[in-house]
């Protein structure tokens, strides 16, 4: 029965490894991508290196507050990117990604009485699914931030359209809509619609959220 | 003589510009629908020793490829590429016309559509 399991798994696993990859959170093969996202309560740094068509190794760096500044982290992480699937169609794409890290969690909760501070070991493995045309844009995303008796689990979900088409070499407009929820610091969903502009050589986001925070978001591969 | 020295002058000319004619591959591509997620093919494709000139249009799911004078590249070698970028080539052909030309029957395709 595990060997009839097997042979069915074995082959859709090839298949699933067998995409390359480049788009979503790693450059095309042999090139390095910086992404930052950043707003008062979350603050995230990371760069990484395409070693396959389909992989990408990296460092990041995250500080993370909840919103009644009760808690506050910092996270050193080494970082694994993998496109597990991708579908391309004449006129959109699709791709299912793995992201995952490991790494140093400094913290300090401000208790009644006391602080605490503590240094952990944390992972942080996740999946995003994204779909895109050249109008519509739609992203969905779940990461685990998990530590001894630390539960930060990110959820988030995007969704946008383009203005208008653009050539290749212009910059293109965007509007999207990001709602997002960051376990153990946030109670509440942070909303935040943001002006898009992206172009063959950058991408940014900047937008304010339903706290009245600023956020901004930047992509750049080399 | 003369005849035969005019002869050679102009078969040479002739054979010349027939071995550097302009040659342009030109793809269809699925996929590519993101300037920021595309550039990966027109970087691979411009560090190649044979590209002068690449085009690539989102929207006409093209990518162009000009080679330099006197030089080949297989379409094969190109699919490789744009599918390691994380693209899918439906249709590969070579033509006789360079990018700029490419790119200007595109444009204007596109404007007469408008």
Redesign the interface.
Known sequence: MFYQHLKVALPLLAMLLSQPATAGPMGFDESFMAMGDFNNNWRESFINYAITPRDALGVSATYMRADDKSKSRTLEEVTYTRLLKRWNAPHAQANLWFQGGIGALQGEDKLVGENRDFDKVMITPGVQFDYETTRIYFQAAHRLYRATDINHDYTSLRAGFSFYESDYDKTQPWLILEARNMNGLSEKIEITPMLRLINKNFFVEAGVNNSREPRFNFMYIF | MKKLLLTTIVAATLFSQAAFATQTIKANV???????????????MRALTQTKDVY????Q?IVAVELKDGQTLSNDKVKAII??????V?SIEVSEHPVAHIKAELESKAEAKK
């Open positions: 699925n996929g590519m629908v993101c300037a920021f997620c595309a550039q990966g093919i027109e970087k691979k690539v249009n989102l929207k799911r599918k390691d970028a994380g693209y899918d439906t």
